[in-house]
Structures are given as structure tokens and as C-alpha cells.
T-cell receptor, first 113, second 112 residues
Framework: KAGVTQTPRYLIKTRGQQVTLSCSPI?????VSWYQQTPGQGLQFLFE???????NKGNFPGRFSGRQFSNSRSEMNVSTLELGDSALYLC????????????FGPGTRLTVL | AQTVTQSQPEMSVQEAETVTLSCTYD???????LFWYKQPPSRQMILVIR??????QNATENRFSVNFQKAAKSFSLKISDSQLGDTAMYFC?????????FGTGTSLTVIP
């Protein structure tokens, strides 16, 4: 069974631009969660999607948004990029929710210049 | 507010020895889950062990076990017979209401 895949693996953007990150969960998993990992803040929960609906949201500004498609693939969008958005963005999938075992992808490394 | 605290930023242990990583959390919720995740260098994060708060019995997975003290809001991870492959960043995490909270991590180095 293929693992969680994230594309692209690396991104370089400039302030003010927007970016879209993609996550393909493990086949059969309906829950996809997104996390931001930075050296200063550690891992922070962004949001979780389940069956195309955002089920939960962390404490991030509205510039961070996401969606999930009928095949459970998920995208995360960040608009009006700021320097502080530079981070490793991790996606994790699970069968029903994050209380199940989550399987993490390799992450997308976003650098904002 | 929910918080997770890992007070040991870095630890080291000799191969084959036992090490305990500390984690405390703060919540007013009664139903929640606790996790330890491992992130090896340049590799993906994986689940080490999981504990439901309503279960009194401590979870065990092979060489990994937890000491869950609900009243004290403590959830430590014990690694027995440490192996070189255990070298990683370890994150304690707490989940309630489908919100996830991570600690800042403990970097564990196993010394040969």
C-alpha cells in the first residue's frame, strides 16, 4: 500500500505570493490533517478534513485554507505569504480521524523570501 | 487552553540501556488521547505508542511503554534496550475534540 505523498517537496516563494500544497492520503483513509512545523513553534495543527468537509481548525489566520476532494486528496493554500510562513508543512492521513494512527507524509518545505 | 510540555529538549542514552522521556499536559477535558510520535533525521514521522485517557492500563509496544498518570497529567515514554535506530526527535501529543496539540519535542541520541 502506497504511503502518504506530498507535492511538491520543496517550494521557494516571495512575500505576497500564494502557494498551493497537495497531499494524497493512503488509499481508504478519509481523514487528512495538516500541520506546520517550525524550529521555533514546533508542530502546530492547521486543520483536518474528513469526507470533503473541514472538521476541525487550529489557530491560524484565514490566509491558510484547504479543501478535500472526493478521492480524499487534499490541498492546502496559503495566500499573501509572509516570511514567517517558512516551514515544513506535514500532511497526515488516517482512517477515521486523528485519534486513529496517523500516517505522515514527507512534508513540503516552503521557503518564503 | 490545552498545552503539552516536554521539559527535556535533548537526551542521550547508551545503546541497550533504558531511557525515559517526560511529558506533561494540561486540559480540562476528560476524554482525550495521548500519543508519542517519533521523527528520525530526514525521515517521516511515525506513531510510537497511543493511549486512551479512559484506559488505566499503560500502553506497551514492544520496547516502548508509557507511564500514564491521569491525575498528575503526566505521560512519560520509556524506551528499553535502546537501539541506534531509536535516535530521533520524539514528540508527545495530545488530542481532544479532534484538535491536536504537540509538545516541542525531545531530541534523543543513542550512543553506541
Amino acid at each position: 500500500k502506497a504511503g502518504v505523498t506530498q507535492t511538491p517537496r520543496y517550494l521557494i516563494k516571495t512575500r505576497g505570493q500564494q502557494v498551493t500544497l497537495s497531499c494524497s492520503p493512503i488509499s481508504g483513509h478519509r481523514s487528512v490533517s495538516w500541520y506546520q512545523q517550525t524550529p521555533g513553534q514546533g508542530l502546530q495543527f492547521l486543520f483536518e478534513y474528513f469526507s470533503e468537509t473541514q472538521r476541525n481548525k487550529g489557530n491560524f489566520p484565514g490566509r491558510f485554507s484547504g479543501r478535500q476532494f472526493s478521492n480524499s486528496r487534499s490541498e492546502m493554500n496559503v495566500s499573501t505569504l509572509e516570511l514567517g510562513d517558512s516551514a515544513l508543512y506535514l500532511c497526515a492521513s488516517s482512517l477515521e480521524g486523528a485519534y486513529n494512527e496517523q500516517f505522515f507524509g514527507p512534508g513540503t518545505r516552503l521557503t518564503v523570501l | 487552553a490545552q498545552t503539552v510540555t516536554q521539559s527535556q529538549p535533548e537526551m542521550s542514552v547508551q545503546e541497550a540501556e533504558t531511557v525515559t522521556l517526560s511529558c506533561t499536559y494540561d486540559t480540562s477535558e476528560n476524554n482525550y488521547y495521548l500519543f508519542w510520535y517519533k521523527q528520525p533525521p530526514s525521515r517521516q514521522m511515525i506513531l510510537v505508542i497511543r493511549q486512551e485517557a479512559y484506559k488505566q492500563q499503560n500502553a506497551t509496544e514492544n520496547r516502548f511503554s508509557v507511564n500514564f498518570q491521569k491525575a498528575a497529567k503526566s505521560f512519560s515514554l520509556k524506551i528499553s534496550d535502546s537501539q541506534l535506530g531509536d535516535t530521533a526527535m520524539y514528540f508527545c501529543a495530545f488530542m481532544t475534540g479532534n484538535q491536536f496539540y504537540f509538545g516541542t519535542g525531545t531530541s534523543l541520541t543513542v550512543i553506541p
